[in-house]
């Protein structure tokens, strides 16, 4: 028997330690793969469904593994969210710790903003007057000396209070803003002990972004996370998107204004320059100001002129005046550093001197036409306000193939990867979609069910006698509108409605709200209120309805009574006319691939079962899913959607 079977089994430590715990066959599969994989080099793929148990099934082999092989750097572990780092950190390591009667360190390590820089904070209480005239600022820079005391990770995640991205930006640890050796707090920094803490790590608790933006650095020939045989990606369907993220550039007016900004305030005598700046560089900064405004409102009428959400850039070249101006000034920023004669403001202007260069090469990239591999295109961003001049539009720019990139610095041997998510890819091929995208030319692949009875949990309607949304857009919107009310109000509310849109939410909203609320039903909008807040009233309201798109379709957890009826209007189809998309699909296409069945349907299948399994979060969750998409009878493809579903759910043909 394999270690991580003689564990996990029915007689296993972890079964003797954990109250109520029942050996899942499924869980124990998984689990062997790994070790396997783990020991022969082999990259594992495995989707495995909900309540399988995968952060046992990775952890375990993973530390066994990380304490075999020392010396030859941590096994990493990258979660989707900080949040999931820290339930991996309190929770599951810890136990895990208690019962294998291993010595291992586990280390989570979060991005560098996120650590309290002790010089830049002594730095900022000591000019607080210049860089702060509000005085619930000056009261949280107060609360963060206080707690600098007694803190022993020094991470803005384990302040117990709230503050103002604004305070935070002053005190943090920043990249090129570090005295390292020479910084009179270099002992007892928080972010150079962290760093020394990943060199001595096991086991190494990152997140996605925090992963794929050292791939970004690795490929300029840097890097922050050591080297490493192993890594474990949690939730590995989201690879893509964040891969793409962090190896895309994207400028807006708000970055643009947040780097002027920490120059010096608008309007207001505070702020570095006021104090260290010479005449030329305030005489920029003005110009630079007046400049972003008058470049961003310029895309954002191209926008608004088009009535689009994006707008592709192909080959058209854009005004570098703002990058030239943004580089004069970082020049003359600069120079009156050279002035200062105490290192610790010297260091923080020649910081902003930097940031401002970066921003200036930043911009003149996406102001180029596209290359081969990369899309450009303008971005909708919040909304157009008259009052404040440059919103409602920013560049960005996407590798448009990402499998090279990460072959070589994620999954070129010796690297070991493993991936694992309850849906990772609708082929049977050995998930060769997901496969060609990342760049991973050989894995072991498994896919394994759930050990919910969802035959018994689930009861799957389709109620379909809706107008055809594709063809009649404006006839389902109305009429499922009333659907919609109906099976809520039959369910006594306790319901999730998932959309495909936000004006179709927002529209949802109006006609459902005031008969909900005659009801007694709380309704809960997305975009009304902070998600974990939407998420906490709903929890604490179990009749309460909550509406939304986009994240609620995955990653959400309301486990109870507080969900029992799952509500999906229409196929999740990605909306048509994204550039960087509509550049995938060409591309697919000029490969011989066919953009609807290769892309488009897939994409929405994965999203569809996401969604589906928002309802059976545990095995004593019961309840509905109602589909309103009359597609899923009169489309071939409709079929596909309830064929992806969780084996056992009963499908009313
Ligand atoms: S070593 Fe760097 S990050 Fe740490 S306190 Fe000093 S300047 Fe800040």
Same mark, same amino acid.
């Given at each position: 028997m394999s270690d991580v079977a003689a564990l996990l089994g029915p007689d296993g430590a972890v079964a003797r330690r954990l109250d109520g715990y029942e050996t899942r066959d499924e869980q124990l599969e998984l689990a062997v793969a790994i070790e396997r994989g783990l020991r022969e080099r082999r990259h594992v793929l495995a989707e495995a469904g909900t309540g399988v148990g995968k952060s046992f099934a990775y952890l375990l082999p993973a530390v066994l593994h990380a304490t075999a092989n020392r010396g030859r750097g941590p096994v990493v572990v990258s979660t989707r969210t900080i949040a999931l780092q820290q339930q991996l950190e309190h929770k599951d390591i810890p136990f895990l710790q208690a019962v294998l009667g291993l010595e291992f360190s586990a280390v989570t390590a979060v991005g560098r903003n996120n650590y309290l820089c002790l010089r830049r904070m002594h730095l900022a209480t000591r000019e607080r007057g210049l860089l702060f005239d509000d005085p619930v600022q000056q009261e949280q820079l107060r609360g963060i000396v206080d707690w600098s005391l007694s803190t022993n990770e020094g991470t803005r995640m384990t302040l117990p209070f709230p503050t103002e991205r604004e305070v935070w930006d002053e005190v943090c640890a920043e990249h090129g803003n570090c005295l390292h050796r020479a910084c009179p707090h270099y002992e007892p920094c928080h972010y150079q002990a962290a760093r020394r803490r990943l060199g001595s790590a096991d086991l190494l608790i990152v997140n996605h972004a925090l992963y794929m933006s050292d791939v970004a650095l690795r490929l300029a020939g840097a890097s922050y996370l050591p080297a490493h045989e192993v890594v474990v990606f949690d939730e590995a369907h989201h690879l893509e998107r964040v891969a793409t993220e962090s190896l895309g550039l994207r400028v807006g007016y708000g970055t643009v204004a947040w780097h002027l900004r920490r120059l010096q305030p608008r309007n207001a005598p505070r702020g570095l320059l006021a104090r260290f700046g010479g005449a030329r560089s305030k005489v920029l900064l003005g110009q630079a100001r007046l400049c972003a405004e008058e470049f961003f409102d310029t895309l954002a009428a191209r926008l608004a002129q088009r009535r689009a959400d994006t707008l592709p850039l192909g080959d058209a070249e854009l005004d570098g005046s703002l990058a030239e101006l943004l580089d004069e000034l970082a020049a003359t920023v600069e120079d009156d550093a050279g002035r200062i004669e105490d290192l610790s403001p010297r260091t923080e202007m020649l910081a902003r001197a930097r940031g401002l260069a970066t921003l200036a090469h930043t911009?003149?990239?996406?102001? *180029?036409?596209?290359?081969?591999?990369?899309? *450009?295109?303008?971005? *909708?961003?919040? *909304?157009?306000?008259?009052?404040?001049?440059?919103?409602?539009?920013?560049?960005?720019?996407?590798?448009?193939?990402?499998?090279?990139?990460?072959?070589?610095?994620?999954?070129?041997?010796?690297?070991?990867?493993?991936?694992?998510?309850?849906?990772?890819?609708?082929?049977?091929?050995?998930?060769?979609?997901?496969?060609?995208?990342?760049?991973?030319?050989?894995?072991?692949?498994?896919?394994?069910?759930?050990? &919910?009875?969802?035959?018994?949990?689930?009861?799957?309607?389709?109620?379909?006698?809706?107008?055809?949304?594709?063809?009649?857009?404006?006839? &389902?919107?109305?009429?499922?509108?009333?659907?919609?009310?109906?099976?809520?109000?039959?369910?006594?509310?306790?319901?999730?409605?998932?959309?495909?849109?936000?004006?179709f939410v927002h529209r949802l909203a109006e006609t459902v709200r005031d008969r909900l609320q005659h009801a007694g039903i709380e309704l809960l909008v997305q975009g009304e209120r902070p998600q974990q807040e939407l998420l906490r009233a709903k929890r604490d309201d179990p009749r309460s309805v909550l509406i939304g798109t986009e994240s609620l379709w995955e990653g959400i957890d309301v486990p109870g009574d507080a969900l029992t009826l799952v509500l999906i209007t229409r196929f999740p189809f990605a909306q048509p006319g994204h550039p960087l998309t509509e550049a995938r699909i060409r591309a697919l296409e000029a490969k011989g691939g066919n953009g609807f069945r290769d892309h488009s349907l897939p994409e929405a299948i994965l999203k569809f079962r996401q969604g589906f399994g928002r309802l059976v979060r545990s095995r004593r969750d019961r309840g509905k899913v109602v589909v309103l998409d009359p597609r899923v009878r009169t489309k071939r493809y409709g079929r596909e959607f309830l064929a992806a579903l969780p084996t056992g759910v009963r499908v009313p043909w």
């Open positions: 911009l003149r990239a996406l102001g *180029r036409a596209s290359t081969p591999n990369h899309v *450009r295109w303008l971005e *909708r961003s919040g *909304r157009r306000r008259a009052d404040r001049p440059g919103t409602g539009a920013e560049l960005r720019s996407a590798p448009l193939e990402l499998g090279a990139a990460l072959r070589e610095q994620v999954f070129a041997a010796p690297r070991c990867a493993v991936l694992v998510s309850a849906t990772l890819d609708t082929d049977s091929a050995g998930f060769a979609r997901l496969r060609s995208k990342l760049g991973i030319d050989d894995a072991t692949t498994l896919r394994l069910g759930s050990p &919910f009875d969802y035959g018994a949990q689930v009861d799957l309607v389709l109620d379909e006698a809706l107008p055809d949304p594709g063809t009649d857009p404006e006839g &389902f919107a109305r009429e499922s509108a009333e659907r919609v009310l109906h099976h809520l109000l039959d369910n006594d509310g306790r319901a999730l409605v998932l959309c495909t849109s936000w004006a």
